[in-house]
């Protein structure tokens, strides 16, 4: 086997050198930009430039490399020529370990500075005080809905939206023994019921299911009382010293957890840009279906809209809304005119490039 | 400045574009070579060619691209070529989103299917089975000494180390308040206290610091009593839900936990290895110097000794030994034949490449 493995081996080091010899080529032009930005003082990340050249190494792979490895060895060649320029400082949702870590990687590589914070409010006056120039915080888990805080937050922060990751969560069903001996309840939140529905029907299917308020409240609850299993990250479940019954139980293998990126850069059109917005009205009957007429008008997708009762600001409700398409394109600019003469509150939170997963 | 930006934006893009082309070259190659291990059911992941690509990218490499960011690069290169043929399997302590699945990554690049599993237990188990090809455990952390059960399991597994990663841990000072505010002792292990005395006399002279069983015990013990303060990592932080009143105050910037990868592999030599050994002697004077004798005669270097009280087994004593060296070295061959004669018990645990960190 030897001797049919060394020529191919001498090969691959041989287009090692050559992409190695291409690597240090490209850090010397990134360098080179790096100077023409700092007579100008650009920032150094430019989110929608690197969601361009990720989208077209996708769109030129040949193959047999799969996209998302190219992609991958991307991110990893673009966050070590920027820091030759400059190491971005990233604020996150600590402790370091985390999935909130995973998504500052997943954005801008390893060649980065993390920088964990206690709370979600620490990660955004860490940005907003410019010890970190940019912020990374949960906005959404496909299990329990919104993180309100984040939310909160971002109706009064300055900060601006710059780019958003998705990162997988799986469930897990969990008891203080490990075990369904002498479980009768499975507890979780609503959406986590319904998102292992399947699987708990083809398992368990004559033990109660009881929906709580949070997952996490379902790991306490089971923390508490060995009747109980809980359905939860397994981060909870270790939390609660809860033993792991079955691991990877939804129903839906792309469980995600939504990240978004803050800071003080409003990152210009990619190609494929999303903005998102906070609205308010009045509250009187249609105020909202009007509201939201001009979107249509100009023929501006709406991927999420969701209503919540304010706990700061004057307001009863405010809107979250995102929408296809980055405010310097036409329509968008167009229908946000015509919105913010119909709305009794609005704020932009920011455009930036569609996450790539 | 866009008109300075575009040739060079030109330029990278043109780089990027042979770059991609030749990481396609090089995963046809890597097929190539799939196809002739596969004549021979050869192992798709070889940790001493990969160690040795990485050592050879950082000895190589002309700058001004950074060591360790070019070895992240072709980490990425070599998992995603490998996932070509076939993704590993990887058992790890879980849950996911933890520094056991960072050292996965950091062994394996990111193109691997993880497991995580509840216990190290479960790890052992699901390797030892074949479900996983790999399993990835805790063996040594360097504030609170060696993972007892890890070390337990490896005296009896017929698995085989073939790799170490070492990832950086961080301490922080936590409280039930998150400040210091009536805060009169400071808990931690007394290996975690000596790590943090530079800082505690700059910054708490005064606060009496008292030694624990663990630094987990230590957080422990702060959520019960807002008098105490614990020195641990975040992690245990958040379990018994403490505030960080600092972050990162251990004086060594460089502590660690290392990990060992498990599986049926034994990996060939690659230049730069480790040996690690389990050995058992008769309880009498002076048995423990001559059963090392062999090494010294040979000029074979320990890096590492550690005795502890058996929990399972014959003896009543074990010795965890690490030499630098590969089994197939002869000086190490010649030394461990000598030593296998003096030992009641002798146990290669395996022979692989040096981590790179």
């Known amino acids: 086997m030897t001797d049919k493995l060394k020529p191919l081996r001498d090969q691959i080091d041989a287009i090692d050198a050559q992409i190695l010899s291409l690597l240090n080529q490209r850090a010397k032009v990134a360098q080179e930009v790096g100077h023409v930005k700092a007579e100008t003082n650009a920032p150094v990340f430019r989110p929608e430039r690197e969601a361009q050249v990720l989208r077209s190494v996708a769109e030129r792979n040949p193959g047999p490399i799969g996209d998302t ?8 060649i673009m ?17 370091s370990g985390t999935f909130s870590e995973q998504a500052v990687y997943q954005q801008f590589g390893h060649a980065v500075e993390g920088m964990p914070c206690a709370s979600i409010d620490e990660v955004f006056r860490a940005t907003e005080a410019g010890t970190a120039e940019f912020g990374v915080v949960p906005v959404e888990n496909s299990s329990e809905g919104a993180i309100n805080r984040t939310l909160d937050l ?6 601006i939206i710059s780019g958003e990751v998705a990162i997988a969560v799986h469930h897990s069903l969990m008891s203080k023994t490990g075990t369904m001996g002498g ?19 083809e398992h368990y299917p004559h033990v109660e299911r009881r929906a709580v308020a949070s997952n996490a409240e379902a790991a306490r609850l089971a923390s508490l009382d060995p009747s109980v299993a809980a359905i939860a990250s397994e981060i909870a479940g270790t939390q609660y ?3 792991i019954v079955n691991s990877h139980i939804q129903d839906d293998p792309h469980n995600r957890t939504r990240f978004v990126i803050v800071g003080q850069l ?58 296809e398409g980055h ?23 920011g455009s930036y490039p569609t996450s790539l997963n």
């Open 327 to 349: 405010v310097q394109n036409q329509a968008v600019t167009q229908a946000l005119a015509e919105l913010k003469g119909n709305a009794a509150f609005f704020k932009v939170l």
């Open 241 to 243: 010293n809860l033993g």
């Open 154 to 159: 971002l109706l009064q922060t300055p900060l």
């Open 79 to 95: 966050s070590a020529c920027r820091a030759l320029e400059k190491r971005v400082t990233v604020a996150y949702l600590g402790p």
């Open 69 to 76: 490895e190219a992609q991958t060895i991307f991110r990893e």
């Open 183 to 201: 479980v009768t309840a499975i507890c979780a939140h609503s959406q986590a019921l319904a998102q292992c529905q399947v699987w708990l029907n």
């Open 266 to 323: 409003q990152p210009g059109p990619s190609g494929s840009d999303r903005t998102s917005l906070v609205l308010a009205v009045p509250n009187k009957a249609g105020a909202v279906y009007q509201l939201l007429a001009p979107l249509a008008k100009h023929g501006v997708s709406m991927t999420r809209f969701e209503s919540r009762p304010a706990r700061v600001g004057t307001w009863e409700y405010y809107f979250y809304v995102d929408i």
